[in-house]
């Protein structure tokens, strides 16, 4: 057992450490270590392959959750990857990789920088300056954009307050979408969607979609269940289909 340890070289733990601040050089969270308090990664790297609290990384900094290892909140400005459990995720800056095995129990927020997700994450809010990218094997809860996002793989449901949403080939969106504003471009399939009068919603000729309500500016090249148009303008494009 130590307690409060400032790393600039080299250093491992197996054992229990009260707390983190890495400033260059590696660090290692061996099988077995835990780390008890806060983990303050300014630069170099660490690597976490048990069990850790909450970490933040700076720009010039690297932290690295592998399979199996579990960390608490991370706030992120540097290069994160994980294959492990986090508990939840702010993003402010960098960039953040979920990939294969690697879940994100909590929430997610991407004030800035790039967050991808190949594996599983819970509910996301990307802000004026995030992106978010959900791959074909990402799994996502309820989505919140007010950014760049786009999704290839399965998110619950979508909330587009601003900015640009893209429902790539392979994306489905099992829930609501809501688009208070924005757009939001369907390429393959979602459910309802309800356009609000600032939004726009386009059906590309690969798109499914449901019951559209539309206040707004929406275009169709695919197929929709139905419509109900209370406002704005609708525009049934060549190949476009209400069944």
């Given at each position: 057992t130590a307690g409060a340890l400032t790393n600039a070289g080299t250093a491992s733990n197996a054992g229990t450490l009260g707390s983190l601040t890495n400033?260059?050089?590696?660090?290692?969270?061996?099988?077995?270590?835990?780390?008890?308090?806060?983990?303050?990664?300014?630069?170099?790297?660490?690597?976490?392959?048990?069990?850790?609290?909450?970490a933040d990384v700076a720009a010039a900094a690297d932290f690295v959750n592998n399979n199996g290892a579990t960390a608490g909140n991370i706030r992120n400005s540097g290069t994160?990857?994980?294959?492990?459990?986090?508990t939840s995720l702010q993003n402010d800056a960098g960039s953040f990789t979920n990939n294969f095995g690697g879940v994100v129990s909590g929430a997610?927020?991407?004030?800035?920088g790039t967050v991808t997700n190949n594996a599983e994450m819970n509910a996301v809010s990307v802000g004026a300056g995030g992106i978010f990218t959900n791959t074909t094997?990402?799994?996502?809860?309820?989505?919140?954009?007010?950014?760049n996002s786009s999704n290839a793989g399965e998110i619950a449901s979508l909330t587009n307050t601003a900015g640009d949403f893209v429902n790539n080939a392979?994306?489905?969106?099992?829930?609501?979408?809501?688009?208070t504003g924005g757009t939001v471009t369907n390429n393959f399939e979602i459910t309802d969607a309800d356009v609000a009068a600032a939004a726009a919603f386009i059906n590309n000729s690969d798109g499914i979609a449901g019951h559209i309500r539309n206040s707004g500016t929406v275009t169709n090249a695919g197929t929709i269940a139905s419509?109900?148009?209370d406002a704005g303008s609708f525009t049934n494009n060549s190949g476009g289909e209400v069944t």
């Open positions: 400033t260059a050089g590696n660090f290692t969270n061996n099988n077995l270590g835990v780390i008890t308090g806060k983990t303050i990664i300014s630069g170099g790297t660490v690597t976490n392959n048990f069990q850790m609290t909450d994160v990857s994980n294959a492990g459990t986090i997610t927020t991407v004030a800035g094997d990402g799994t996502a809860g309820a989505v919140t954009n007010a950014g392979g994306g489905t969106i099992t829930g609501q979408t809501t688009i419509l109900q148009n």
